[in-house]
């Protein structure tokens, strides 16, 4: 959609996509609402897409944040300072987002197992327990066997990288797809031990480059030029320094400058910028 209505302003020759992990899980409205804690009755905060047969449908856009009419008292006074007053719906997210996290925190701290900490939510799967990432939705598209929500979304995932190329190619540019890295695929000795010990988490198999693998499949199938940038992160691991940022897992200044050098070493290789005789 940013392609759509302002990216092709710039007029690129080139697009270059970054698939995160978190991409086939926000693409899917249920596991979207999952992974934020979101209250399915109100409006999602976003546009997002729906397949319907084989192809896509656009829901809520133009966007709007308007939410479920109704309620008396705080509820109606609740639904007013949300739709207007920014400063409002910020707090209610924040404290949605974060209270589960700092709540666990200290019931950890406190020796309570995580299956007997608070649950926010009464769904299965949507515990507080979501904030550490053990019953993330992101998490389990590492898994080696999907449900068919995590099925479905990589079919919805599909669809919108085959329709951002239309959009690319009919402005006469290129669209390459690259993969992005993971602290769970970079360090999997890291984490082992936290998966081996939860219930949770105990008998599942994991193949932390199959989001990687099911991209480049995705992208193959479309002739979509793809790196993934996994592979050379395991590589460049042991000698590399810190790739991610402890607790956090985004790039350090070491991973920045490992993807700046490989992104071009392989935008020149492949050609799909000016190269040798074309420079």
Known sequence: LYYENEGYRYDADLVVVMFTVNDVTDNSIHLWERSYHWNPQRVAPKPYFTVEGESLVLNNFPYSNVVQPGGRGFAAAHNWLYVHLYTYRLLVDLVQTQLPLLQAEWETRLGIPPAEQLSWTTEPGDSVAIAFGLDSPQLYVY????????????ELTGLLVERLQGDVEGNGAR?????????YATHPEEYAATLAGDPRTSAL????????????????ESGIPFLDLQPV?????????????????HWTPEAHQLVADSLFEWLMESCLVPCGNDQ
């Open 143 to 154: 898994s080696q066997d999907y449900s068919d929500e995590y099925v479905e979304a990589w």
């Open 205 to 220: 198999t994991w193949d932390w480059n199959r989001p990687g693998e099911r991209m480049g499949e995705i992208a193959g």
């Open 233 to 249: 992160f395991t590589a460049q691991a042991p000698s590399a320094g810190p790739l991610h940022i402890p607790d956090d897992g």
């Open 175 to 183: 669209l390459v797809v690259v993969s992005n890295t993971s602290a």
